[in-house]
């Protein structure tokens, strides 16, 4: 009995000063990293950063929170994050998300206010390599300083390192209930027929990079995209509809070449939609409608059409259309 004693009050001893240990070590990396991101010329400010949770967790409070990326010049700030995990299970981290935050960006700031948003994220060795991230929104609002408001029911974000292919990535996402303010709606479609309500988006496909999504993204380089399967993409606001797959390979300078096939139901709507976004140029509208409008007919459904979308030689075209110079797909 002496001995079972003994060895429980070892253990607890082991335990507890393994806790302390690590509790200082989160403390201390946390206050480094902010002062390793002022050294490189960001903004980066924290008032406070405190680990509780004894015996079984580290409940880490981070209290007013800016970080401003010098090469983009966006800032985030928020009153308070709260990073949660298992003291037996580090690597897996839950961050939970204060129901305030501010975006701000040389073109505008964003106030997001929600009644719930958190993330989980299981990561591995040193450099803090993602293998698991998912992402929850409830009740999300987002204010411009420009005059609209954009409000969503529910989101779900998901991200899981692929095992087929090396530095890709799983995607999945699934939004209900985008809801823009009126002023953005008559910005988007001026006659006023885009509904009140998006009602679904959602998203599966794979993205391959030039190098893994760790702790040197944030600190270093952002990893540039080299291909994307997008195996499924579906949207539906009211009438309208828009699906879309197919496969990219990207350059080293962002070009994209490949074809994605799309599924257009009411597509003069969704026209009109990407020439208020000044996704379409609108000297290709006129040639455009007509031009889809022959080939609809041809399928014997006017208002859908199926066209493939096709990136080549640094060009971007729908069926026999030219649009204009391709997109480059690179992350700032």
Known sequence: MRVIIWALAFATLGWSGYWVVAQSAIERGATSWFEERRAEGWAAEVAGVETRGFPYRFDTRLTDVALADPDTGVLWSLPELELRALAYRPAHVIAVFPPRQTLASPFASLTLESEDMRASLRLSGTRLALR?????????????????????????????????????????????????????????????????????LTLDATAAFDAPWDRRAIEEARPQPTGIDLRSFHARWGQLELRAEGRLAIAPDGTPDGTVTLVATNWREILSLGEALGLLPQSVMPTATRTLEALASLSGEPDTIDLPLTFAGGRLSLGPIP??????????
């Open 132 to 200: 698991e991230t998912t992402a929850e929104i409830a009740q999300l609002s987002a204010r411009s300083t420009r005059g609209w408001e954009v409000t969503l029911d529910r989101a779900l974000l998901a991200a899981r390192r692929s095992a087929a292919e090396e530095n890709a990535y799983d995607l999945f996402v699934d939004a209900a209930g985008l809801r823009p303010s009126d002023a953005l709606r008559l910005t988007l479609s001026p006659q006023g027929r885009l509904p009140d309500t998006f009602e679904t």
């Open 323 to 332: 649009l204009g110079p391709a997109p480059r797909l690179r992350l700032r």
